[in-house]
C-alpha cells in the first residue's frame, strides 16, 4: 500500500535532509528573511520546497501539495542575492533547476486541503535551524482527513548516520532509518508506567506554549528531571523511538488565536500513533486534519506513549478549573 509514495517521499526527503544539513553549516546572516507575521524564512526553506515539490509533482502530478512556503519574497529585486544562493545550493545537490522552475516548483506547494493532498513543512524548527539546533523536514499524505503517510527528516537526530529518517505508514507500524544509508528499523514508544521515570519534551521557544503550564504538569506528575526543550517534530520522533514519553504543547496565553498548522503535525503524529503512542489535542479530542490548512477544531497537542495519557489529560483539566 503507498509503496511508490513512501519512496519517493523518502528519496525526496532523504535529498532535502543532505541539502538543509548543508545549508545550516554554511548560513551566513544575508540567507534570512523575516515573513509577514514576523516568522523567519531561510533559503533552506525555499530550496527544499522547491526540491520536494519538484519531485513530487514530477511523479504525482495532480496531486496537491499544500507547503508553507510561496515563493513571493524570492522573486523581489532586492532578494536577488538570497535567490542566488537557493540557485547554488539546488545545483550543488544535484538538483539544478532555473528561477522560473524553482518559483513555480515553490508555487506548486499552494494548493488547498481538500480531499488528499501532500502537505509539507520544508524546515520545521526555522528557529532551531538558525540557531544550529535541531530542524526537520516534515512530508505527509492526507486522504479525506486521515494522515496515511507520515516522513520527517531529523538531520542533527545521530548526525554521524547523516541524520535520522522516520516514515510511518496507516496500518504499517513506524520506522528509522540512518539517512547515510542502512537497515529500516521498527520503533516503539517507551514501555514505562510510573510517571515519575518519565521524560518530558516541550519547545524550545518559550512563545510556541505554555511553560510554566507545563512545568507545573510536569511537578504534579513528580517527573524528576525538568522538560526538555527541543525544535520541531523531532519531538514526536523522540517520543516514537521511545527516548521521550510525553510531548505537551499547551497554547500560550498570549497568542490565544494561534491556530496549529497541518504540516507541523501530520507527519509526527502518525509516527508515534503508528509507533504505539496516543496523540489528542489537550481536551482528549483526536487532530482534526479535515478542516483546512490548520487544526482549527482543536486546541493544543498531547503525544505519548499512551500509559500517562489520561493521566495528563486530567491534570490539565483540574488546573483549568482553578485558573
Ligand atoms: P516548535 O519547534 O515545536 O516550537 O514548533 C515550531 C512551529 O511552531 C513553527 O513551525 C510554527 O508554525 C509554530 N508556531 C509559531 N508560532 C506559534 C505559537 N504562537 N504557538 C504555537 N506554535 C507556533
Ligand atoms: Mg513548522
Not at 63 to 76: F, K, Y
Not at 159 to 167: I, K, R, S, V, Y
Not at 216 to 242: F, H, N, T
Amino acid at each position: 500500500m503507498l509503496q511508490k509514495e513512501k519512496e519517493i517521499g523518502l528519496q525526496a526527503v532523504g535529498m532535502a535532509m543532505t541539502m538543509a544539513a548543508a545549508i545550516q553549516k554554511e548560513l551566513t546572516g544575508g540567507d534570512t528573511l523575516t515573513k509577514t507575521d514576523r516568522s523567519p524564512v531561510t533559503i533552506a526553506d525555499f530550496a527544499v520546497q522547491a526540491l520536494v515539490c519538484q519531485i513530487l509533482g514530477s511523479h504525482f502530478p495532480g496531486l496537491p501539495i499544500v507547503g508553507e512556503e510561496d515563493s513571493l519574497a524570492l522573486r523581489r529585486p532586492e532578494n536577488r542575492e538570497l535567490f542566488a544562493k537557493v540557485i547554488h545550493y539546488l545545483k550543488k545537490n544535484d538538483a539544478p533547476m532555473r528561477e522560473k522552475e524553482i518559483c513555480d516548483s515553490i508555487d506548486l506547494g499552494g494548493a488547498e486541503a481538500n480531499g488528499t493532498f501532500w502537505t509539507l513543512d520544508p524546515i520545521d524548527g526555522t528557529k532551531g535551524f538558525l540557531r544550529g539546533e535541531q530542524f526537520a523536514i516534515a512530508l505527509a499524505l492526507v486522504q479525506d482527513g486521515r494522515v496515511l503517510l507520515g516522513i520527517l527528516g531529523c538531520p542533527n537526530l545521530l548526525p554521524a548516520t547523516g541524520g535520522t529518517l522516520f516514515w510511518a505508514g496507516h496500518g504499517q507500524g513506524s520506522w528509522k532509518i540512518p539517512a547515510a544509508g542502512g537497515q529500516a528499523e521498527p520503533i516503539r514508544i517507551s514501555a514505562k508506567t510510573d510517571p515519575r521515570q518519565m521524560k518530558f519534551v516541550e519547545s524550545y521557544e518559550s512563545s510556541h506554549s505554555d511553560k510554566d503550564m507545563q512545568l507545573e504538569i510536569s511537578r504534579r506528575l513528580q517527573i524528576s528531571s525538568p522538560p526538555e526543550q527541543m525544535d520541531s517534530q523531532v519531538k514526536y520522533g523522540i517520543v516514537a523511538s521511545g527516548l521521550a514519553d510525553i510531548y505537551l504543547r499547551i497554547p500560550n496565553p498570549a497568542t490565544p488565536d494561534y491556530r496549529e498548522k497541518i504540516w507541523d503535525h501530520a507527519a509526527g503524529s502518525l509516527i508515534v500513533e503508528e509507533a504505539g503512542g496516543w496523540v489528542s489535542d489537550i481536551d482528549g479530542k483526536k487532530l482534526d486534519f479535515s478542516v483546512g490548512k490548520t487544526l482549527r477544531r482543536n486546541h493544543g497537542i498531547l503525544a505519548t506513549n499512551g500509559r500517562v495519557h489520561s493521566r495528563v489529560l486530567e491534570i490539565i483539566a483540574n488546573l483549568a478549573i482553578q485558573k
